[in-house]
């Protein structure tokens, strides 16, 4: 596989290619960074042509570029030819990651994932099935701690856990609580805290090293380029998993 | 209902009998504690005979003390005309309960309950359900924290996470660990803790206030009078609740 | 002495009036509270009469009730008169309680203890060391979970802590953020969470039973009473007792 | 500065290793490991002959070897030639650590740093401070949480804690309990549980990358390497640092 990595120069992007060169099935490796001086519109197809398919850990404004690129490119040339896929792990975006990858979804499979982290689904899924056993006695909040520099809040994650829990307790509609701690470097970590009378549950989850991600995403752009082109959300991935060891 | 309690002088025993006013299907509350003077095998059998069935709070030696009584009277009588219940909220136990209680589930229908809230085995239920999706790779350590007085460690609903996590997850079979605080007073926690590579989830439930444990064993009692006799566990009871909302 | 109680119907006057009975030192024990219907302001000042001085936890529309009464009181009568006592337990002010009590400073010893749990403030006597030794490089953020029908957010004592964490770091100015959850019953809870480069400390105090906080103003109650007029901190309150066993 | 890492082939090591090339003042860099298969007794001495001094963190049994080489080397020569230092990182020995190296201390400034976070002996000196004013109503608990292949428990931080907490405490003594979980890789967390009547304090400190432990580890060197020949707790290397911005 021809990997592409926008974003490549950032943290993230940079564990990343580190960590591809161990992945047989990978190929090469293109970088691309919104710091890069020399970009230009052309380099940007270009890179989008030399790729399989790419991840995308730009940041909410690299998402968008790298979309306009892809959209650009996607109408000049014959679908066929170009089926792509995309990983999407930027978060932050102002609109739906669905709604704004509509026009590239006939040449472009993609998948937005805004956690790479497969124990942090896993981690959801219990969360929901809590919530659903607690019922509307208890009271939901939603918390996360990021470093210091993270523009969002609250994180992508958790607005994510917020959408899935509202959408399996209907009960939780409009009501569920968030509070975000931005300090620091290197805590990654978000917590569902249930508040029932006499009664109080706090489950949290935290990743100590970004290379978590930089794995996790390198899987997920193995599975999603042999899906076929459309929008994938990341429980469709976790699906695909043997997701139950039991 | 009559209902016994036994330990019923203790800090959760006063908490049930206070409670249990508020019940309208309670009629008669009957009180027996070993720390009473007075009381014989007489007195004691008596006890059994006024009440419809018991719940029993007296501690892991007060709970042998109950069973043989039990059995005793159980076996000088007419089975037919004394079907009992008995809910044991009592932990600390050396042998196990199922086995404890196997003289006398003939003419009593009896709940094993290490831990009366509710929500502890909805929270046992999704600790399951995550130690299944993440798989061999994670270790699992069972934490809790109680009073400073509590003699048993790990406390009885510790135990419990660990026998059901081992049936439910073959991997941890002798492979969980745990730990336990004894404290100062008031704290009733329980916690599990995964620990990944470079991740680490935190589950943690706690009561405030014994008066949900009072609550769950008078719901409790109201549920194992109208079963058949015979042993019964908590998921049992959990099974008979509507137990999922969603 | 003669102790006043406003608010004395709530949870935690309820608690308070409880624990007072078991006080030697308090003889008289007079409740009020703005739930009651047949208050008038003859009744209010009677109340303030026939004490040597109040407990409010009234909350913060009580609180300034109370103080209005206080003035128009003591501006009657004769200073020498009416040296009265008041603990403030109530938060949520819209202004600063020091400025809100300047009036009956002259004829009143008022201690505002926005916390009554004793360990507290030797936990935030802590708190602002560690953050003193730590320096510029860390990042503070104060969190606090109480339940769901409490309005102010932060709690009064969360806002506390950033007050004196402030001003014992200069460049903590304006830089310290916080969280709040209101959820649930029976949470009471007030966290420090630095952040660093690649390190996290959590320090969190808990409270589970307003016993604590009943026996903590009565506590102050005793002490303030013997006070001269003037306005008081809980600091000075600590300063007075034992405060380090080492 | 000529530095010597020995166990510079593991996972600190290796940190450390990186991290010193970015020190103006370490001009020449050795590593040395027991798992280097070629290694002698004439090799580890030419190893602690070529270097000012030592950071070893090789584990118990590395620092065992390493002390007798040191002994053994000392004891052939001129002492006034050799002053050397020496930064004990390992932890988990069976002596105390100035018992066993009280035979190299006439000609070897030795810094025994159990944990090489500073903002962790800070943490400490903010505990103690809360030991001590709470007092002996309250009961203390140690825990920590390292990765599954730790071999002592509990860490030596945590007894370092233990120690300290019972020599600032007298009450104490004997009466602090610890618990350690072994599980994951990636967790370095100490905590301190304070469990008093209806009141519970944690406090947690942890490290989310080694990186923290190798930057202290370079800078505790820097600063020994000055000091006479003797032994240095890491509470003196605090002291000698600017400890308190207000």
Redesign the interface.
């Known amino acids: 596989m021809r990997l592409g990595v926008f974003g490549g120069l950032g943290r993230l992007g940079t564990k990343i290619v580190d960590l591809a060169k161990n992945y047989n099935n990978i190929d090469e490796i293109y970088v691309m960074d919104l710091k890069q001086k020399e970009q230009s519109i052309k380099i940007f197809k270009d890179f989008i042509l030399k790729c399989d398919g790419i991840i995308d850990v730009s940041g909410a404004q690299g998402t968008k570029c790298l979309l306009d690129t892809f959209l650009d490119y996607g109408s000049q040339c014959d679908p066929k030819l170009l089926k792509k896929f995309l990983v999407i792990g930027s978060t932050g975006h102002t609109l739906g990651v669905q709604e704004m990858v509509s026009n590239i979804i006939g040449f472009c499979s993609v998948l937005y994932a805004p956690n790479a982290?497969l124990?942090l689904w896993?981690?959801l899924?219990?969360?929901v099935?809590?919530?659903?056993?607690?019922?509307?006695d208890?009271?939901?909040?939603v918390?996360d701690?990021h470093h210091?520099f993270k523009k969002d809040a609250p994180s992508g994650t958790a607005l994510y856990f917020i959408q899935h829990l509202e959408s399996?307790?209907?009960?939780l509609k409009q009501k569920i609580?968030w509070?975000?701690?931005?300090?620091?470097?290197?805590?990654i970590l978000n917590s569902v805290?249930?508040?029932?009378?006499?009664?109080?549950?706090?489950?949290?989850?935290?990743?100590?090293?970004t290379?978590?991600f930089a794995k996790g995403l390198l899987d997920m752009a193995l599975w999603i380029q042999n899906c076929e082109a459309g929008y994938y959300d990341v429980q469709q991935y976790l699906l695909s998993l043997k997701?139950?060891?039991?």
Not at 129 to 136: I, N
């Open positions: 982290s124990s896993n981690f899924r219990s969360i099935l809590l919530a659903q056993t607690l019922g509307p208890w009271d939901v909040h918390h701690h210091k399996a307790c209907p009960w609580q509070s975000s701690i931005r300090g620091g470097i290197g805590v805290i249930f508040s029932g009378n006499c009664e109080v549950i706090q489950c949290t989850h935290q990743v100590m090293d290379y978590v997701v139950n060891f039991a």
